[in-house]
């Protein structure tokens, strides 16, 4: 079941289920054993999924989606123009970087946010017939994606 629940400091409801931290989590653990890091849960309010650390230290922060289609299905990798403002906010305010990771049906991938020669436009999701899903967003290149699994 998804439960709904306000975000801090937001007008408009997150969806997010069990299944959601799960798959965010299952994500974090290819990343921490290909690279060697740490990765802590944030806050919503921050926006993205997860910071990195190695030694304690913050390294990277990140943003974790999982998709049910195959890798190649799309030529770009469409995400709310919001995320890409926030992943941009943290690393110019810490001078580290952000990454986007996906899951998808056959194979994980991580770019960094946000990501150069993308496209944008209005998109979104009809599926839960919340008018909000439809908002501004970046379209990025496949190409952009690094295959970490």
């Known amino acids: 079941m998804t439960r709904v629940r306000w975000g801090v400091g937001m007008a408009r409801q997150i969806y997010e289920s069990e299944q959601d931290r799960i798959n965010e989590q299952r994500l974090a653990d290819v990343i921490r054993g290909s690279y060697n890091c740490e990765l802590h ?36 990798y469409m995400i709310s123009m919001y995320k890409v403002m926030m ?31 993308s496209s944008y436009g209005m998109g979104g999701s009809v599926r839960r017939g919340d008018p909000q899903d439809i908002e501004p967003v970046a379209y990025i290149p496949m190409e952009k994606f690094k295959v970490i699994a």
């Open 87 to 117: 992943a941009d906010a943290l690393a110019k305010s810490t001078g580290l970087p952000a990454f986007l990771a996906v899951q998808w049906k056959d194979r994980a991938g991580m770019c960094k946010l946000p990501s150069k020669g």
């Open 41 to 76: 849960k944030m806050p919503m309010k921050l926006s993205l999924d997860f910071m990195a650390t190695r030694g304690g230290e913050a390294v990277a922060f990140f943003e974790m989606r999982q998709r049910r289609n195959l890798m190649a299905a799309y030529p770009t």
